[in-house]
């Protein structure tokens, strides 16, 4: 059975590995992943909150500004907020790469190109083997197009991809007008691959103290199908290869990935709740599977149920949203 797979030009043992998480904080948990057979480590992302928050703490400007402006409080989270800073982020991705044998892939998460280059080289020279852009904003000025958001990652990714020689990825949010244009511009750009997707946690409004919440919530299984269906559109149309980000949680979960079209999955909140060894348990029972059905490999799996390949393509288009409101009988 061969399981492995090429991904950012890594030549992995086989698709599964840990998503950008806490996992990576702690050298013991991070042998316990690669014990647990994790065909490559993600660390959590670098925030460009904590770029800015750095030069404004240089130049002694943080608490200036605070006893101006008693709401510019609120513009940064407090510095021990973060788990790790942008100096023992790089350490910790050095201890990574020093303690296991697999390959390490650093994350930043921002939008701006200010600062972003400067710190992937960093990250490069730390040892990571590739890096991985997080692209996460959320638009609220009107007056803001959705064309020029796309183009500043564009040129993010560009100036990304000059300056730094290892693979870089680009996680993404699904809310495109167009995201196949958008993926295929990405590709141009020079990304060595797409993650689909990152999850825009969304506030909530708590009514009786008159603030927003903000919580963490653990995915589940059902955030996999829109991930399913970008797999399933994307996957024939590009070059570069596809990593699945949210909703794993099981042996069918990571078949359906694989399926659509998916070359790696990535596992966050199923070894959040289950530990490491719920990356073997995926891993094993996916073989078994394998062997049950007579897929000789992953490749021979990846793919087969994509737009391009599936029996039904229109289980992916319209035809499928007219046939789901047909189909209630109540």
């Known amino acids: 059975m061969d399981l492995s797979v090429d991904y950012l030009g890594l030549k992995l043992a086989h698709p599964f590995m840990p998503g950008a998480s806490p996992l990576g904080d702690e050298l013991k948990s991070v042998r316990a992943l690669e014990d647990a057979g994790a065909a490559a480590i993600v660390m959590r992302s670098l925030f460009e909150e904590q770029l800015a928050q750095e030069q ?29 800073g942008p100096d023992a982020y790089l350490e910790q991705l050095r201890k990574v790469k020093a303690a296991v044998d697999v390959p390490v892939i650093g994350s930043l998460n921002g939008t701006t190109r200010a600062g972003w280059v400067d710190h992937a080289r960093l990250i490069e020279e730390a040892g990571a083997d590739a890096l991985e852009l997080n692209v996460y904003s959320v638009a609220s000025d009107a007056e803001l197009e959705g064309a020029l958001l796309e183009q500043r990652t564009l040129e993010l990714v560009r100036a990304v991809k000059e300056t730094v020689r290892i693979p870089v990825a680009v996680k993404l949010s699904p809310y495109y007008t167009s995201l196949p244009h958008f993926a295929r511009s990405l590709e141009l750009s020079g990304a ?82 289950h530990g490491p060894q719920q990356l073997a348990r995926l891993r094993g029972d996916v073989e078994r599977w394998m062997e049950d059905h007579e897929y000789a490999s992953v ?22 949203y007219i046939f789901l409101l047909q189909s209630w009988r109540g």
């Open 56 to 84: 404004m703490l240089a130049h002694q400007a943080t608490d200036y500004s605070r006893e101006m402006f008693p709401e510019a409080r609120s513009f940064f989270p407090e510095p021990d907020d973060y788990r790790l």
């Open 192 to 273: 060595d691959g797409l993650v689909l997707f990152n999850r825009l946690f969304q506030p909530d409004i708590d009514v009786e103290a008159l603030d927003v919440k903000r919580e963490l919530h653990l995915s589940d299984s059902s955030e996999l199908p829109l991930r399913l269906r970008w797999l399933s559109i994307l996957s024939p149309q590009l070059r570069v290869p596809l990593a699945v980000s949210g909703g794993i949680h099981g042996t069918v979960d990571a078949l359906r990935a694989l399926m659509a079209g998916a070359t790696v999955v990535q596992v966050v909140s199923a070894l959040l709740r």
């Open 299 to 320: 490749e021979q799996l990846r793919g087969s149920m994509n737009l391009a390949a599936c029996p039904d393509p229109s289980a992916y288009t319209r035809a499928n």
